[in-house]
């Protein structure tokens, strides 16, 4: 009796070893590797170039194209982030932990779209009473809407291709199993890669949307092959903040729409319920603490006012201490450098902690300006002026540079009422705001004046 061959395979880049190793080579990822059964091969030797067929090449002006209309959810949130609804054809996966709402979310858009053309729902996780008790409980009715507990790939592409819906979802591919791979277990990475491209075939051959869900790993991403990223028209993160229920829908990846978009909802009994305004949540709970300041970052095509929270006490030992949430320490740790370099002030015999309130993670420069005032003002003890902004960038030198996307930020100020804009003299920026423009970072004791 033969043995069957054992392979290891990276879950990151897809690099295979006949051997486990700790490290990836291809991609340098640590515990990256599983083992899986590769297929036998099917010929040996060379490709032989007689036995294919000649493609047809045609050029741009040959090549027909159809304006295609999106299909609107009527959710607001969804459709901006999917750059406008969906498009007929389109390969879509959105991930996320365990129960954080990805079935619901699906569901509810699902019954919205179905009010105008007709959608399957595959649950190869959850059995059709347990789908049944989801949609009761969201108010789910549309009658072209319709659903099975099919986990076998094959019937439900031919299932698909016999009923021609105009979109398809199916929750989730992990689950979901191909026969012609009896001997693969569902969620191996054979077998995710065979699924996602019969999935991503038929949604490009029938013009039909495909919608899947998918696990993640316990670092936080996508489970499977790095393929089945490649392989998708957009993928999708739907994240929780704790403290408000709120669930935020992420865009990492988008052929027809904007990356690093984000939707807020918020989970209810009737289901994820859209936050259209943001902003009005988070400027609530701003206060005017020494430490405290706001600055405005740019999600996607979003401005968020964020407030920041410096806490800058004396070290009581020898080593101080930097805990940081929600930004990179290094950044932190940039700043009071910098800081300390021109303005003597001596943070490096200071503990400081720092976080982003709400939960939110700052990955622009344009909060730099915000984040050393915060420093400054916990450092000395004083309050910003109410309802202030501060929007800029600081470089190595304690210089005080400009931003791309004022525009934006001051919009989304002036609408929300702040009284007041910290930016750079380099900064061209019109507003109704009373403005304060800084050269550089002396100006800034400008703010804490002496008693």
């Known amino acids: 009796m033969s043995k069957s061959k054992i392979a290891f395979s990276c ?270 949540q988070l400027l609530s709970e701003v206060s005017s603490a020494a430490g405290s300041a706001l600055v405005c970052s740019l999600e996607g095509t979003r401005p968020l006012l964020l407030e920041v929270q410096a806490l800058v006490v004396e070290s009581k030992f020898g080593m101080p201490q930097r805990v940081v949430t929600g930004i990179d320490p290094k950044r932190i740790v940039l700043i009071a450098a910098i800081l300390e370099k021109y303005l003597h002030i001596r943070f490096s015999a200071h503990d400081i902690f720092f976080k982003v309130s709400g939960g939110f993670k700052i990955k622009e420069s344009s909060a730099d300006l915000g984040i050393a005032i915060a420093l400054l003002s916990s450092y000395f003890q004083k309050s910003l002026p109410a309802r202030s902004v501060a929007i800029g960038e600081l470089s190595l030198t304690g210089q005080l540079k400009a931003i791309n996307h004022i525009g934006m930020c001051i919009k989304e100020v002036e609408k929300f009422g702040l009284d007041r804009v910290f930016v750079s003299q380099q900064q061209q920026v019109k507003t109704i705001c009373q403005l304060t423009a800084f050269k550089n970072i002396y100006e800034l004791l400008n703010l804490f004046p002496e008693d």
């Open 11 to 280: 879950t990151n880049c897809s690099y295979q070893s006949a051997k486990w190793a700790g490290c990836c080579p291809g991609c340098q990822e640590w515990n990256s590797f599983s083992d899986y059964s590769p297929s036998p091969a099917i010929t040996t030797g060379k490709v032989s170039v007689a036995r294919g067929s000649v493609a047809r090449l045609m050029t741009l002006e040959e090549i027909q194209t159809t304006k295609q209309e999106r299909m609107l959810s009527a959710i607001k949130e969804w459709d901006r982030v999917l750059g406008g609804g969906i498009l007929p054809g389109s390969f879509i996966i959105l991930t996320g932990d365990p129960g954080i709402g990805k079935s619901t979310l699906l569901l509810q858009v699902a019954n919205t779209i179905a009010k105008h053309v007709d959608v399957l729902y595959f649950s190869s996780e959850e059995s059709l009473e347990q789908v049944k008790g989801r949609a009761r409980r969201l108010g789910v009715a549309s009658s072209r809407l319709r659903f099975s507990d099919e986990a076998n790939l094959e019937t439900i592409l031919a299932t698909a291709a016999h009923a021609k819906p105009a979109m398809l979802i199916l929750d989730s591919i992990q689950n979901c199993h191909l026969s012609l791979q009896s001997s693969a277990i569902p969620g191996t990475i054979a077998q995710l890669r065979e699924a996602a491209f019969h999935l991503m075939r038929f949604a490009k051959e029938n013009n039909i949307a495909v919608l899947i869900t998918g696990h993640i790993t316990k670092e936080g991403e996508m489970a499977g092959p790095k393929v089945l990223e490649h392989m998708v028209d957009a993928a999708f993160y739907l994240q929780a903040e704790d403290r408000w229920h709120t669930r935020i829908l992420r865009s990492v990846k988008n052929r027809f729409g904007a990356i690093n978009e984000v939707g807020f909802f918020q989970m209810q009994e009737e289901g994820l319920v859209e936050i259209t305004n943001i902003n009005q």
